[in-house]
């Protein structure tokens, strides 16, 4: 089943106020366990657009590819996404939120057309590709007062994993080791060197996010180092960080930033360490890995 499309918002947004500290709303709220998913599906696909040397595709995997929506590739006879949505829905995600542009009817044709027995599917609308922070921003109205996990739509993550953040209390990310990523992804390790890396303190809370780690960083954290892959669950706060936060320097609003300003302001914000990899789509390369990997489990929407 689907529901209405959620209007998109504008928040606006303006710097940090010197000494602007409140009490940290998990002392305040009780949160559940969490149920509401937003998948941000606004990726313009800029790689899966180019041709790959050798590579083949089938041709309904070729008109998702050439229109950049890499959520819509078919997969073992079913778009990657329904692959992503029915492994939430095991880890206990009933409620789906897809953030897309206003271009994206392909994706809501598909989805208002399916019989859904474990999940309601939603939308949220961001107008232009302002970047992530902008794409949490505009499923507020979908989240209300509860946590939502946040996910990218082109990355698949093992439901073992995403259940290990219902344990808690408030905000949280997994770090998925340097270890488990190189054995059990489809990412060249050279690539995973380059992703950002989480730094925990003693008592597993986020201390900092290391963006395009340099090489005597990425060598110093080993192979223990906690890779993150855009895998978070966030309570309220996280839509008054993303209309308090400036564009980055590439002039997008980063749910990094975002993330950052949490922190600051005394949000709980644990790291969940996991020993598995996340699977990437990034270009037309990486469909037959994807298609390998993930077999033919029954999906079940």
């Not at 809370?205 to 290391?210: C, H, R, T």
């Not at 963006?211 to 990425?218: I, R």
């Not at 993150?228 to 590439?250: G, H, Q, V, Y």
């Amino acid at each position: 089943m689907t529901d209405a499309v959620d209007a998109p918002l504008d928040p606006v947004r303006h710097p940090d106020a010197p000494g602007d500290l409140d009490t940290p709303r998990q002392d305040r709220i009780s949160y559940g366990r969490p149920h509401r998913a937003v998948i941000m599906a606004r990726g313009l696909g800029t790689r899966m657009r180019k041709a790959a040397e050798g590579v083949v595709l089938a041709d309904g995997q070729a008109a998702a590819a050439a229109a950049g929506v890499k959520a819509m590739i078919t997969l073992n006879d079913r778009p990657f996404l329904d692959h992503v949505i029915s492994t939430l829905a095991d880890a206990g995600y009933d409620q789906i939120c897809l953030v897309i542009g206003p271009e994206h009817q392909m994706i809501r044709d598909y989805y208002d057309s399916q019989h859904t027995s474990r999940v309601t599917i939603s939308y949220a609308v961001q107008a232009e590709p302002l970047g992530t922070a902008d794409a949490i921003a505009a499923a507020e109205s979908f989240a209300g007062e509860d946590r939502v996990l946040v996910i990218n739509s082109d990355n698949f993550y093992p439901g073992r994993a995403v259940a290990q953040l219902a344990g808690v209390p408030a905000s949280a990310t997994l770090g998925f080791s340097k270890r488990a990523m190189i054995a059990e992804s489809n990412i060249d390790p050279d690539r995973i060197a380059a992703f950002a890396l989480l730094r925990a303190d003693a008592d597993h809370q986020l201390a900092e996010i290391i963006e395009k780690p340099a090489p005597e960083v990425v060598a110093a954290a080993g192979d223990d180092a906690l890779v993150s892959m855009n895998c978070f669950l966030l309570t309220p706060r996280i839509f008054e960080a993303c209309r308090r936060i400036d564009k980055s320097a590439r002039g997008e609003y980063e749910i990094v930033d975002a993330v950052r300003w949490m922190v600051r302001h005394g949000e709980r914000f644990d790291v969940v360490p996991v020993e598995a990899g996340v699977l990437d789509m990034s270009n037309r390369g990486d469909i037959a890995a994807m298609e390998a990997a993930l077999g033919d489990k029954r999906i079940v929407l």
